[in-house]
């Protein structure tokens, strides 16, 4: 896991400091001990300093009315920005930026090695009987056609609110089950083997959380019925009990499967999007904004449906860029280099992950402006 080194904290600075909030580099340990098998036993992604800085300050420790935050934006730029201290009954969660919600493009990850493919084509068989659930069939509208919407839904064409509904009340029905998953065995582990687990678990909290309040918030739109209940019920006992023998053997491999899901999430609801703005779904046109999603989300009180769906796309793209770039790391080793703070959406909606070697960069970066933060306060 990416392992933060210790960070020199500004008084004004929080947890989630940036994107690049993680001071690593030429504060090492000369005794620090690795778990790595590999001939370089000391680099900027597993040394004993970062992992001591996977854990932040107390959210306690910002009780100041001015905080100010302080990040690397897309540019590379240092801004702070004075932010009041809000309670909230949610974990750490993204506010987007209008641009932001606008810089989300639908990407595809090749599959590069076995267990790579094997969790792209258990994706594909999974989707497969989603749409079958959903009674989504990916017929494309015929040019210049006349068809009335009426005859593009009876056709097959398009969907009406109440199919998009059930495809995105199962959708995250299931997709809240990964996070939770990772973040018990994770959790369990590192009672187990009494050290640290350098940051992985929060942010597999923090995305199974959010899947989940994407749930409440379309919940507030339909009461599914009881036979829908119940094909849920026996989705998740099966799915989470699957995930979770798959994660005992393979940790790498199930976030390249959630990286794969969240791609066909990405894609599912910017199809959503462009059908809402297209006019073929009318009656999500101007419904206002479930009042959850509005404080959830800091979205304006006048806010829409869609300005919730273009905010839960950004998270789905969150996660989707998340979990490939953790596929990527050592998982026995490294520390999770989002564990204080994610990039802007202006890198994860256009990048579909880091490697390796970007998620070192990461860290040099951060600790280079958590520096300049201390050295100017």
């Not at 199974?208 to 009461?223: G, K, P, S, V």
């Amino acid at each position: 896991m990416l392992q933060h080194s210790i960070i020199t904290y500004a008084p004004h600075v929080t947890r989630r400091v940036g994107y690049n909030a993680l001071v690593v580099g030429s504060l090492r340990l000369t005794a620090s001990r690795s778990f790595s098998s590999s001939a370089q036993r000391y680099n900027d992604l597993n040394d004993r300093q970062a992992k001591a800085a996977a854990v932040g300050p107390h959210k306690h420790d910002a009780s100041s009315p001015s905080l100010s935050v302080t990040a690397i934006n897309h540019n590379g730029d240092i801004s702070h920005q004075n932010k009041g201290t809000h309670g909230d009954w949610v974990l750490f969660h993204p506010v987007y930026a209008p641009e932001e919600l606008k810089s989300v493009e639908v990407l595809h990850r090749e599959a590069t090695c076995f267990s790579d493919k094997l969790a792209a084509n258990l994706v594909k068989f999974s989707k497969w009987g989603y749409d079958l659930v959903s009674g989504f069939r990916h017929k494309t509208i015929p040019p210049g056609t006349d068809m009335t919407l009426e005859q593009l839904r009876e056709g097959g064409y398009v969907l009406n609110e109440k199919q998009w509904l059930q495809r995105i009340l199962f959708l995250e029905s299931i997709a809240g089950v990964p996070g939770m998953v990772a973040a018990t065995l994770r959790h369990l582990q590192s009672l187990r083997l009494m050290r640290r687990d350098n940051g992985w678990i929060h942010t597999c909290l923090e995305e199974a959380e959010n899947e989940r309040m994407h749930l409440m918030t379309f919940m507030t739109l339909r009461n599914p019925s009881i036979f829908f209940r119940a094909m849920i019920l026996g989705a998740q006992g099966v799915f989470y009990n699957l995930f979770f023998l798959s994660y005992l053997i393979s940790p790498r491999a199930c976030h390249r499967f959630v990286g794969h899901l969240e791609e066909e999430a990405v894609a599912t609801y910017t199809k959503c999007i462009k059908e809402i703005e297209a006019g073929r779904v009318p009656e999500w046109s101007d419904l206002p904004a479930p009042q959850i999603a509005i404080d959830y989300w800091r979205l304006d009180p006048n806010s829409k449906l869609l300005d919730v769906i273009y905010a839960v796309r950004s998270d789905e793209t969150s996660h989707r860029f998340v979990n490939h770039s953790l596929a990527n790391l050592d998982v026995n080793t490294d520390v999770n280099p989002f564990a204080l703070q994610e990039p802007d959406m202006h890198t994860k909606g256009k990048k579909i992950a880091f490697e390796r070697p970007e998620s070192e960069q990461y860290f040099k970066e951060t600790r280079d402006m958590l520096r300049k933060v201390s050295a100017d306060s």
